[in-house]
Each structure stands twice: as C-alpha cells, then as structure tokens.
C-alpha cells in the first residue's frame, strides 16, 4: 500500500511539472496586443510607492506572461518581495525554464522591475 501512495504521489508530482502544450487548433496569448489595456491592480503586498505608479502596457504585457507562464509549475511570487538586483539572477535561471522568447523575458522582467522592492 506504501509502494502504492509513493508512485502514485510521484506520478502526479512529475504529471504537475510537465510542459503544457496548447491543442492544435488553438492559439496562445502574446504581448503583442493591440486592443486597450485595462487598468491593472497590483499584487497584494506592493509597497504603497509601486502601487501609485501608473503602470504603462508594457507592465501589463509582462503581468499577462508572468501570469500565465510563470503561474504554470509553482504559485507566483510577489515581484515586492525583491529588489532589480535580486530578480536578475532569478530572470537569467526561470526563463528557459517557462520558455520565455527574448521579448517575453524582457516583457516579465519590466513586470517584476515595476513592483521589486525600493523601485
């Protein structure tokens, strides 16, 4: 029964982090979007000064990748809870991790740039 409950958490641990594809047929949502943006909240726990900013497409575009494909394996992090410096190292080793193309990278990285602690 042991050997049981063991494959079967394995199993659905590894099923969990797999890569997710899209069915044929469908398409993905891409930054580049030419339709209004709607006013978007920050995340809980952004320090008052980030959140009075006003926060440009761009900020919006990456909020939208960082959602979807950040959200994908693990729950998302508050872009608060670190600085510029300290995101550099976590953009350089998550991206190829959540296949982020170079616009994308660079769409999260002005999303947790916006919101990091003492911007």
Not at 74 to 90: A, M, Q
């Amino acid at each position: 029964m042991k050997k049981f409950l063991f494959v079967l958490i394995a199993g659905v641990t590894i099923y969990s982090c797999s890569h997710k594809t899209a069915p044929a047929g469908t398409t993905t949502a891409t930054a580049t979007t030419t339709a209004p943006v709607a006013e978007v909240k920050p995340p809980a726990g952004t320090p008052p000064k980030a959140a009075e900013k006003m926060e440009s497409p761009a900020v919006a575009d990456g909020k939208a990748i960082y959602t979807a494909k950040c959200g994908r394996c693990h729950g998302l992090k508050n872009p608060g809870d670190w600085t510029v410096t300290e995101w550099v190292p976590i953009m350089d080793a998550m991206a190829p991790k959540a296949n982020l193309t170079a616009a994308e990278k660079t769409s999260v990285t002005t999303y947790v740039n916006f919101y990091a602690k003492g911007s």
